[in-house]
């Protein structure tokens, strides 16, 4: 299974790929730095970016700034990585920066449930975007 992340909400989008994942289906992401996260803009910066500054330096919690590892730590917690089927799960979930080239030609699915247009306001951020953010 492919889906495509361009303008769909992660959270939505993430527990499908992540009940997929559980059943034994290989789930691929791709285009993950379009991917939305809803909320207030500078909220959703100053969230993740304490979150980011909290713990200790060598033991974390460790989040990455790179959109495709933040759209898979996102889903890590979805599937139960700590058990055995959880971490087998996990381990099924690849997710992409952009379209690699292995993918095009394949079919490739949008989750209508989990499209930007369901949102009643447009106060939302980029996963791109938002790693950006946390760079600086």
Known sequence: MIIDAENLICGRFATIAAKKAILGEHVD????????ITGERRNTIEKWK????????????????TPDRFV?????????HRSGT???AYKRIMCYVGVPPEF???EIITIKEANVSKVPNNK??????LTMEMKK
Do not use: L
């Not at 939302?124 to 975007?129: A, H, L, M, P, S």
């Open 29 to 36: 992401i791709i285009n993950c730095e379009k991917a939305i």
């Open 50 to 65: 304490h979150r980011n500054t909290m713990g200790n330096p060598t033991k974390g919690p460790f989040i990455s700034k």
């Open 72 to 80: 898979r730590r996102m889903i890590r917690g979805m599937v139960g």
């Open 86 to 88: 959880g971490s087998e």
């Open 104 to 106: 095009k030609g394949k």
């Open 124 to 129: 939302y951020i980029t996963v791109g975007e």
